[in-house]
Every structure is written in C-alpha cells, then in structure tokens.
C-alpha cells in the first residue's frame, strides 16, 4: 500500500556520501593560503597608489597648494618641476647614492654634496642659504618660539638657547617670577590663529549679485 500526502508521492532521496576532512590545513594548504592574501595585500596597496596617482593627477586644487623646493613656486612638487634637472638621492654628508642623509654611518654638520635650490651652488643646504630669507618657511613665518627662519618650532630650543636671554641679573624675595616660555609660545600661537581667522574672514566676503 502507498502512501500519499496531498495525493502527492513521497519520492525516496538516498544519502550521500560523507568525506572526512582533516581538522588541521595541511602545509601545502598553509602555504597556498598566505601567497593569496599576500597577493590581496599587494593588489590594495597598487590600487592604492592608483589612487593616489589619480587625485595628484585630477584634482589641480589640490597641486596648487604645493610649494615646489627647486624653484620655490607653487602650483606644482619637486618632482613635477621642468626649472629644475632630475635629481639623484644621495648622501650630502660623504656622497654616497646606497643611502640617505638621515641614515648616513658618518653624520656631521656639514652637507658638502648637497646642491642649494636657490643658487644652485654645492655645500650648503637651501635652508642655509645667504640668499634665501624665508629658510625652512618657504609660504613665509618663522618660529613660534625665537622667531628664527632657520629651524623648525619642533626643533627649538629656546631655554639653551643664550640669544633667548636679553640679560641676567640677580633676583630677591622682593621680585616677582618671570612668565613661563612655554606660556609665551602658546599665547603667540593663539596670537597667529586670531590673525589668519581674521584674513580668512576678510577675504571670505560675500559677493552681491545685482540684476
């Protein structure tokens, strides 16, 4: 006798048939697995340089706010500039092109193989320069600290810098104490951001459009 559920015959599946698998991947699995996702990781960094290629290349607001270092206009990088020749990374320290400045085995103060942007002669850097008066501030400022176009704000030292002091003397209990350097630098910072908020402000006007 068959059996019907809604007049409709059961039909028979047979079962299929079980394959063991190891718990563990194997080495050749291992290795296989991590040529792919190295693949994958080196596939992301070239569509990521592809990017960035791509905005450098599409976006010119982005290219106009650059400072070129060879001929000191914006607009474009050192990389991009036709003034100035294609420039070998070397060391300007003992000339070498198997590594850089930074990581030089004999550092010292002077850069004898370095070639100056300004005026193009060699042995000193374009920060150094007699003819440049804007130093490390090529869109202009100087130290928030000294005031110096020489350096860097990271890189001053103002308490063991002797040109910081304007005299010494000698202090009693009548004295009061000096304000702090540290205090002085930030309120000039604070100073420089109320000044740049106000040109913005200024140069930020709205235009009227009369019909």
């Given at each position: ?55 450098s290349r599409f976006n ?37 092109d198997e590594h850089t ?101 200024k140069s930020s006007t ?6």
């Open positions: 006798m068959t059996r019907t559920t809604m007049k409709v015959k059961k039909t028979h599946l047979e079962a299929s048939n079980f394959e063991s698998k190891p718990l563990m991947p194997t080495k050749t699995e291992l290795s296989q697995n991590s040529n792919s996702r190295i693949q994958k990781r080196q596939n992301n960094f070239e569509q990521i340089d592809r990017g960035y290629s791509k905005i010119p607001a982005s290219e106009k706010k650059m400072t070129c270092f060879g001929c000191r206009k914006s607009g474009h990088s050192l990389k991009n500039c036709k003034d100035t020749k294609q420039i070998q990374v070397i060391c300007y320290h003992c000339g070498s400045t930074k990581s030089c085995p004999t550092p010292g103060k002077t850069f004898p193989f370095a070639t100056c942007f300004i005026c193009n002669k060699t042995g000193h850097l374009s920060s150094k320069c007699p003819q440049n008066q804007k130093g490390v501030y090529p869109n202009g400022g100087s130290c928030k600290f000294c005031g110096s176009v020489s350096h860097l704000a990271r890189d001053c030292k103002p308490t063991s810098n002797k040109e910081s002091f304007s005299y010494l003397g000698k202090v009693d209990l009548t004295h009061g104490g000096d304000d702090d350097d540290v205090f002085i630098a930030l309120k000039n910072i604070q100073k420089d951001k109320n000044e740049k908020k106000l040109q913005r402000e709205k235009k009227v459009v009369k019909f």
